[in-house]
């Protein structure tokens, strides 16, 4: 390890190293089950409120140290990673990572970290490395690296994480002893080389040849883990079908010119050695032994086949383009997801990658055929080389037919697919809109349009593309016996002459229906890809949208720089945690909603740590979008920026209520997993969420310990949803902000959910809001107090009454904001200055 050292800042430059993954098991649900079989705890204790002003410095309970260099009773120094991701271009190659110390910074500490595994591999995706981290007294900033591996193959954004461990002389934070890297991959997909087209859009990527972006996608499908081995393997397995069929002709021609011949004859399977009788001057069992050597090799072809579903080749790269499609999505940039409906997105998990997987096992499938066509050659040139021209002319007839069709067949594809896209667009308009049509009564009109536009689907299109698909599909199957009636025309007379002999006349009809059934197979495949285009068009578009993740870069390590900077800034009094005195800060803050005219025009704030602020407007002047700016979910135009320190973790609670497709109890403890039921329970018993508790405690309640779920349990993932009134549902989506406690807690109208006479779930919200800010969080012990940093509250109140009791009121008014004191400050946390 080659450790470089400054007065306060440390780069540990590490080399890679392989480590295990550790595990990680959760005892959420043990915990959770011990608490429904023992009696209510006892309360906890929290920070006592204050009925006056808190002072700026927060008393720290004493922790027992009896280590050098610390005074009796001192709290142990925090050892956390700045921030809670990190971002890398895949192209930079390392990524430098900040680990903090928070407190005294008095004597020595460290702390082991290591590399796990997320979607990104190790091997794969970057270099596993673990290491130890040492800070030197008087030292606050440490720094490690990792290094990325380089790759041209497109892949989604990948994460993998960082964890700290075995502290020494020190603590590890609460939250941020684990941090997540973003690996953000530069290539296009499927590849690169229609990069500046797939750059313009749907024009530039509508542009490119049809069989040039199959051709490309095929080859990023080759890229995936585990599709390669696996695809050798299929092709040359797949082959033994082939082998089958060659042996299957030989047995053709050995019963009639050898077992069923008067004077038997000798043939050769294998070329070069010839056979008669398998059982020498004994015909029966000579037919014993040909039947078990016919019945052998489908052993071996059923065990392939049944190997090649465990193998699972189609579901492989389906799985990978669903995930990789899923994690595009999460990380969407604002536009992209505006472009993008919920129908759209699961329609294209569902059909498109299924259909454009298919593009791959097509190729496969028509190697396959290829395989069997050579042996069908290979047979015929060596038994009857007469007949060479006919296996030349059946290829060229099918590939023109092909030429000629192909087209034909795709118009047809296209006009019925728009007349069905018409049809589920008027469905889905209709449902939106059936208010209107029932209020007004217009329910039979529309049965009337329906039916106009289902004549219409059907007419117009998909009996056409029938019919186009009916003569398609019988042009092969005219075409074997066309060429086999030719062939008994030109060799009957040869048979009869017995220069050619029975056997293989018989085997050579044979090939030839083979020959017409194998492309028709073809011919059905190139047809399908007409279907796959459209479905690998759709996910070009798909996965290659803008995402937010290069923006989420740049903001990122901007506050930490600027994190670093405002540390050397801040002063405190003894005992104090410099990094809780970094404030949070707007600076040049600009902002606006295309084409509307400009929200906020240079603003320029600052939000001490601890503080609360209320923030009211008269009107709409874009309350809801500061809240947003504030909890990151928009960012300002370039030149302004909203700064929160990096080792804060910001929350922002919309407005309406929304919960997730699953239990209730993971719904409350989204954001933070691990939160034990002891700590939940008490925060729904000061919100008077009974019914919450009931069905907690109830077992059909319980997470799910295995992926796979009954269907009445996966229907129970939901059915809270439906039975419990609005008012408990916007509980949970509130208590679930609280069980979290993030350092910047952003509440958009918490006080809507509640009517006007509602005066005891006002009084309720106000209560646990102060907890938050006073108690560094909501029903968290007061011993652990030191390691947790400062509550910050920004909320939007409905009544004059609850902004007073904020520290801070900001009035927004043209483009501007006005501050000033709350009538109250300090009901939340202090007097600010």
Not at 8 to 22: A, Q, W, Y
Not at 180 to 205: A, E
Request: aromatic share 8%.
């Amino acid at each position: 390890m080659d450790l470089s050292t400054t007065s306060n800042h440390t780069v540990l430059d590490v080399k890679p190293e392989s480590i295990s993954e550790p595990k990680v098991e959760s005892k959420l649900e043990a915990a959770k089950l011990e608490l429904m079989s023992e009696p209510k705890p006892e309360p906890m204790s929290f920070v006592e409120e204050s009925a006056g002003p808190v002072p700026v410095e927060i008393a720290v309970p004493p922790t027992p140290s009896a280590l050098k260099g610390r005074a009796e009773g001192e709290s142990l120094d925090v050892l956390q990673f700045s921030a809670p991701i990190y971002f890398v271009e895949e192209s930079e190659g390392k990524l430098r990572i900040d680990i903090m110390r928070m407190g005294s910074c008095k004597g020595k500490c460290s702390a082991r970290w290591e590399t796990e595994d997320g979607s990104a591999e190790a091997g794969f995706s970057y270099h596993a490395a673990s290491g130890e981290v040492n800070f030197d007294d008087g030292q606050h900033l440490a720094a490690i690296e990792v290094y990325i591996i380089q790759s041209d193959t497109w892949a989604a954004t990948l994460e993998f994480k960082l964890r700290l461990s075995q502290p020494g002389n020190c603590e590890l934070g609460l939250f941020l002893k684990m941090c997540r890297v973003k690996l953000i991959d530069g290539d296009f997909f499927p590849t690169n080389k229609y990069g500046d087209l797939i750059k313009q859009g749907s024009h530039g990527i509508a542009s490119i040849p049809q069989f040039s972006l199959i051709l490309e996608f095929i080859k990023m499908n080759f890229e995936i883990r585990g599709v390669r081995w696996k695809t050798y393997l299929t092709l040359v397995l797949d082959q033994m079908q082939n082998l089958y069929f060659y042996f299957l002709l030989h047995v053709t021609v050995y019963f009639t010119d050898v077992l069923f011949a008067d004077d038997p004859k000798t043939v050769s399977f294998v070329p070069g050695i010839e056979t008669s009788l398998l059982v020498p001057h004994d015909r029966a069992a000579s037919a014993v032994v040909l039947a078990v050597l016919y019945n052998l090799p489908m052993v071996v072809i059923h065990v392939w086949d049944y190997l090649k579903i465990d193998i699972d080749l189609d579901g492989t790269i389906r799985n990978y383009l669903r995930a990789s499609l899923f994690r595009k999505y999460l990380n969407y940039s604002e536009s992209s997801r505006e472009l993008v409906q919920a129908s759209d997105m699961q329609a294209a998990l569902m059909d498109d990658v299924r259909t454009a997987s298919e593009s791959y096992s097509n190729l496969l499938s028509i190697l396959r055929i290829m395989g069997r066509l050579l042996i069908i050659l290979a047979f015929t040139l060596h038994k009857n080389p007469q007949s060479w021209g006919i296996l030349v002319l059946m290829p060229s007839l099918m590939a023109g037919w092909v030429w000629l069709r192909g087209a034909v067949y795709l118009n047809a594809c296209d006009t019925n697919g728009h007349l069905q896209l018409q049809l589920s667009k008027f469905v889905h308009r209709t449902c939106e809109s059936y208010v209107v049509v029932a209020e007004y009564m217009q329910r039979p009109q529309m049965n009337e349009l329906f039916a106009q536009c289902l004549r219409a689907a059907t007419k117009q299109g998909r009996i056409p593309m029938q019919q186009i698909e009916l003569n398609n599909k019988y042009f092969p199957k005219w075409l074997g016996p066309i060429f086999v009636g030719v062939y008994i025309v030109r060799n009957a007379q040869q048979v009869i002459a017995k220069t050619l002999s029975v056997g293989t006349f018989l085997a050579t009809v044979a090939i030839l229906r083979g020959i017409a059934d194998d492309f028709g197979d073809i011919y059905r495949v190139m047809m399908d890809y007409n279907v796959i285009y459209g479905s690998v068009v759709a996910l070009v578009k798909l996965l290659n949208m803008q995402t937010d993740v290069r923006t989420g870069k740049a903001v990122n390590r901007a506050r930490r720089q600027m994190s670093k900077e405002e540390r050397l800034k801040a002063s405190i009094s003894d005992g104090g945690v410099v990094e809780d005195a970094i404030p949070i800060k707007i600076v040049d803050m600009s902002f606006h909603h295309k084409p509307a005219k400009p929200l906020f025009r240079d603003v320029n704030l600052i939000i001490p740590q601890g503080a609360s602020v209320a923030v009211v407007s008269s009107g709409q002047a874009g309350r809801a979008t500061l809240l947003r700016l504030l909890g990151q979910r928009l960012q300002p135009l370039p030149g302004g920026q909203v700064f929160v320190p990096t080792h804060l973790r910001v929350l922002h609670v919309s407005t309406q209520p929304v919960m997730i497709a699953a239990p209730l109890w993971d719904n409350l403890v989204f954001g933070a997993k691990d939160t034990p039921p002891e700590r939940v329970l008490p925060i729904l018993d000061d919100m008077g969420m009974e019914l919450t508790k009931d069905l907690l405690m109830s077992a059909g309640s319980r997470k799910p310990e295995a992926p796979g779920m009954d269907k009445a349990e996966e229907e129970d993932l939901g059915s809270f949803q439906k039975s419990f009134p609005y008012s408990e549902l916007a509980k949970i989506h509130l208590a679930r902000a609280f069980i979290m406690s993030a350092e910047v807690t952003v509440l958009q109208r918490p006080f809507s959910h509640f009517s006007s006479i509602d005066e005891g779930n006002k009084a309720m919200l106000v209560k646990l809001m102060k907890q938050l800010v006073r108690n560094r969080g909501v029903g968290l012990p007061a011993e652990s107090v030191h390691r947790r940093r400062p509550r910050t509250l920004i909320f939007t109140p409905e009544e004059s009454q609850h902004a007073e009791f904020a520290d801070k009121v900001w009035e927004l008014s043209e483009c501007k904001i006005k501050v000033r004191d709350g009538k109250e400050a300090g009901g939340f946390s202090r007097q600010i200055t």
